[in-house]
């Protein structure tokens, strides 16, 4: 039986959308922990990291807001997912805002030695620099700085350098980017798959970026922000997407990836349960999570379980 280490990072200082810092909360009272058990994985709740309200703190650098509070945060996070990993188990990070992705990613990258390929699920690049942001905000560089671009001391934590190479990155589901991180993406070739890309070859060439990440690297680390997903499925999400991905779309790939048997951690982010509507986007999260991991949960799966003959 799979060890899943929940780690909740309730962390809203990346960016200026509230209400994801209950999101770990939420889930949990949403039962998480049993949804996951009950797909046979065996889970190990690790609580909170701590994270110093906004109202106590400076936003220092209009470039880099919340820069320190964000890089301690995301040492601490660095390290559990790290220490999950090294021991063999799966890492699952519950935000919080995606700037947490930065210490998850860098944590489990240097307990296997840089043998990770990330596979990237976003409305967003999130591939700004203090450079080229127009906000300051965090939570659009952290892909860059997991990639060695942008402000040293983000690059720079948990170990100095890049955590992940821009040949072992899988972009998807890119639909508002900006011009400096259309720009990274054409400089580096990066692997990407933006929902043009959808709508004008529909799903296959995504499902073949994962096979071909796959067999490149030993081992995968997936990043779900939920506004990847179309509101009519993920009214949850921090910023509601009215053109992202469908219930079938982000399903099927989530299944692709789960097939794959090399994922050893996944991070949810950007659940606002404010503006969820029936749990819906909770329980789509959890849902995600099993599939990532090549397990199964879904409302079918409870049919089943429901009616089971004696």
Known sequence: ????????APLDLGGASLGVDIAPQTLRDHHIAEKLESTG????????????????????????????EIIRVNEQLAQQTHDAVKAGQLATVLGGDHAVCLGAVAGASVALNGEL?????????DMNTDKT??????????????MGFGARELVDVFGKGAKIQTGNLVHIGGADLDEAEKQLMSQQNLHTFTMFDLLTSNLSPAL???????????????????DCI??????????????????????TIAERIGSTNKVVGVDVVEYNPH???????????IELIATFYGK??????????????A
């Not at 039986?1 to 909740?8: A, H, N, R, V, Y």
């Not at 503006?275 to 999260?285: F, G, I, M, R, Y």
């Not at 199964?296 to 003959?309: D, E, I, P, R």
């Open 230 to 251: 179309d509101e009519v499925y993920a009214p949850g999400a921090g910023m509601p997407n009215k053109k992202g991905l469908t219930y079938r779309e982000i399903a």
């Open 41 to 68: 994985l065996s889970i190990q709740d690790n609580g909170d990291i701590a994270i110093t309200p906004r109202d106590q703190l400076q936003p220092g650098n209009p470039h880099l807001k919340y820069a320190d």
């Open 1 to 8: 039986m799979s060890i899943t280490t929940l780690i909740g």
């Open 275 to 285: 503006q969820d509507v029936d749990s819906k986007t909770a329980e789509l999260s």
């Open 133 to 146: 942001s127009l906000t300051g905000n965090i939570h659009g560089m952290h892909l860059a700085s997991l």
């Open 296 to 309: 199964s949960y879904s409302w079918y799966t409870n049919y089943l379980a429901k009616n089971q003959s």
């Open 208 to 226: 073949q970026l994962i096979d071909d990440l796959a067999s490149r690297v030993k081992h995968l680390w997936v990043s779900l922000d939920l």
């Open 117 to 125: 390929g990330l596979i990237y699920l976003d409305a967003h690049g």
